[in-house]
């Protein structure tokens, strides 16, 4: 069965530090996987997804991954963040042919000014 | 283009009594994937359906069902209600539903049980 982990449930950040959240899958086969970002009283939204070629994937608001195949990994990076990053981010996989995501419980972001 | 609705947007219930929640996908989308967010639990999958046919199905008990209609409108239902029942549950449709497809969540509709 697929699942996915994220390592960090709550990060604390000060502005224009640099931001990496972990993020592992457990699944054997070909895969897809995205980052989606909550802010405070909007909806899931997509922050960047790696579907297949280029492992390094660029998203929204400056926002980057790396898809590592030999490690299951799929970490979220941001060289700088900003107070407005603040979040919950949830890294999520679905089977390459499949119908059914999984998403990991989530990793809550909080950027001092 | 509008994007996803869901109503209603909170509902309180008693433990055993049932309940429908509905999902208007954005127009063109046929499938639609409904998910239970819950505190540290992050986002659990329910169920996905695509033309009116479940393609998956999460492990949740007998109690979640759902239906899609021709128009790609979804409902769930929940049954007997647990306190436990108490959640987030949010809607999300894309235009095929694999390979790389991007979802669009929907507000959520916040049920609690008492």
């Known amino acids: 069965a697929q699942s996915v982990s994220q390592h960090n449930h709550h990060v604390i950040l000060s502005e224009a530090a640099s931001l990496e959240l972990g993020c592992n899958y457990s699944?054997?086969?070909?895969?897809?996987l995205f980052w989606y970002v909550q802010y405070p009283g909007q909806h899931l939204q997509l922050l960047l997804k790696?579907?297949?070629?280029?492992?390094l994937v660029k998203g929204i608001k400056g926002f980057e991954a790396e898809f590592i195949k030999s490690k299951f990994s799929f970490n979220l990076r941001k060289p700088s963040v900003q107070w407005s990053d603040t979040a919950e981010y949830f890294c999520a996989v679905l089977a390459t042919g499949g119908f059914k995501t999984i998403f990991g419980a989530g990793t809550r972001l909080f950027v001092k000014a | 283009k509008a994007g996803v609705t869901q109503t209603p947007r909170y509902l309180i219930k008693t433990r055993g009594q049932q309940v429908t929640l509905s999902c208007s996908p954005i127009?063109?989308?046929?499938?639609v994937s409904w998910y239970q967010q819950t505190p540290g639990q992050g986002l659990q999958f329910l169920f996905e359906y695509f033309s009116e046919t479940q393609r998956n199905k999460g492990n949740f008990p007998g109690r979640f069902s759902g239906r899609q209609f021709s128009n790609s409108r979804s409902e769930m239902n929940v049954s007997t209600l647990e306190l436990g029942d108490s959640a987030l549950y949010l809607c999300a449709s894309s235009a095929i539903g694999t390979s790389g497809d991007t979802q669009y969540f929907g507000p959520g509709t916040r049920l609690t049980v008492l």
């Open positions: 127009s063109g989308h046929r499938s």
């Open positions: 699944y054997g086969g070909t895969v897809n």
């Open positions: 790696y579907f297949s070629g280029d492992p």
